[in-house]
């Protein structure tokens, strides 16, 4: 039993591992399937590592003054993790989200102090499908509203601070709660922080473990593949970003492609076969975990239920 902690801060990170014997079963693969339920952090989602990483790497590096403004381009997990953070340390919040992104987000951020700007989507763009061009418009905003307010932008496309969290937290943990019996991990790619930090962690301990990397199908612009649908609706990534800052120095053994139809499916497989109540990220890993163990049966996959279900009720995911 872990004894008081000083604030919910405390409470981030050191996610339960748990094995998927129900789904691999029902899928009819051989091997072992283990997820990272990041759905367990104060914000529901494993944003709030990064989040808390950005800060204490900006507060470390005198970048944030006490009492400065912060702001954040979000998809709304890691302005949840913001929200958390700066109302802990005394930084007022400002969360900029697109209109795709579901309401519940916004509304959660809202109830923990942020203030919220949502933008309105590009010409074309559907609602609960955030583009890159979608996300174009909201770097825009945010960068207007850090120049007014002298604010300290939080960037997790760019600030160490994100994978960094990954690389001390994550990474590790997944090691130790595995004993090192770990042959791949696979991580649908957002700022590619998580895949970033937890790849440089794992293959340091053990350079044979393969990292793959997620992406959308017809939007695997990591992988190099022609860009031929960028509307998804898999929230929090696959911008179709060639050029990842994060992964600019990491080894990428592997790309898998998974569908938005596929990774919804896992998504209620997961809720179904194994309790476990995740979003669309989280059932589009499972999906290319499963791909995985089908080609390469026997072995060991570690991947992430990257935040809840919960903050999806809005969309079509859980309709009944
Ligand atoms: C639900 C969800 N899944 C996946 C990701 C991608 O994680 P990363 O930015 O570490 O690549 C994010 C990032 O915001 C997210 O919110």
Redesign the pocket.
């Known amino acids: 039993m872990q004894s008081i902690l000083p604030s919910i801060l405390g409470v981030i990170g050191n996610t339960p591992l748990v094995q998927l014997d129900r789904l691999v079963k029902h899928f009819e693969v051989d091997g072992s399937l283990l997820v990272k339920l990041e759905y367990m952090n104060p914000g529901f989602?494993?944003?709030d590592r990064?989040a808390l990483g950005v800060i204490e790497e900006a507060e470390k590096a005198g970048l944030l003054k006490p009492g400065q403004t912060v702001v954040e381009l979000?998809?709304?997990?890691?302005g949840t993790g913001l929200a958390i953070v700066c109302g802990i340390k005394g930084y007022p919040f400002v969360a900029v989200m697109s209109k795709g992104n579901s309401i519940e987000r916004a509304q959660m951020m809202a109830a923990l102090g942020a203030e919220v700007i949502l933008v309105d989507q590009a010409i074309g763009s559907i609602p609960g499908q955030v583009s890159g061009a979608d996300l174009e418009r909201v770097d825009e905003a945010a960068q207007h509203i850090t120049q007014l307010r002298h604010a300290f932008r939080a960037d997790?496309f760019h600030r160490r601070g994100?994978?960094l969290s990954?690389y001390h937290g994550t990474g590790p943990e997944i090691w130790a709660q595995t004993e090192g019996k770990i042959d791949y991990f696979v991580?649908?790619?957002?700022?590619?922080?998580?895949?970033a930090g937890v790849t440089k962690a794992l293959k340091e301990r053990k350079p044979s473990i393969q990292c793959y990397a997620v992406e959308p199908e017809g939007a695997a612009a990591v992988a190099g593949l022609p860009i031929t649908d960028i509307n998804h609706p898999?929230?929090?990534?696959g911008y179709a970003y060639a050029d990842l800052d994060f992964l600019s120095d990491v080894p990428i053994d592997g790309f898998l492609q998974v569908s938005g139809d596929a990774a919804k499916e896992m998504a209620r497989a997961l809720a179904k076969y194994e309790g476990i109540f995740g979003?669309?990220?989280?059932g589009a890993n499972v999906a290319a975990a499963i791909q995985l163990l089908k080609r390469n049966p026997g072995n060991t996959v570690v991947t992430g239920i990257?935040?809840s279900g919960l903050?999806y009720l809005s969309t079509d995911l859980w309709k009944i």
């Open positions: 989602s494993k944003k990064a979000t998809s709304g997990n890691m997790q994100n994978w990954h991580d649908f790619l957002g700022s590619g922080g998580t895949f898999i929230q929090g990534g979003g669309f990220s989280g990257c935040d903050k």
